[in-house]
């Protein structure tokens, strides 16, 4: 299936983190989803979203597991997300329980 969806270049979000050599395996990377929908006005449907991360690539594009239930069609919690650093919005490292 083609996806519906693009990601949003965010080169400049993380300021010196952008570009890293690379996020852990087991952290959260929030990416920001443009929908190919329209809203009302005609405006691209946009969302933010976590993906947790699965895997980097010997080229740097990470793979990750989306871990939101999205209002995007044709996206769902769990749906394999394919991204590099410059679509990384922020990160945040797993939460750990005592």
Known sequence: MIPN???RDNAAALG???GADQIPVGW?????FVSDEKAADGTPLTEGMWVRVTAQAADGTYTGTLNNEPDIAD???GDTIKFEARHVLTVQAPKVSH
């Open 28 to 32: 959260y990377a929030r990416l920001s």
């Open 5 to 7: 969806y693009t990601l």
């Open 75 to 77: 996206l769902q919690c």
């Open 16 to 18: 010196p983190l952008n």
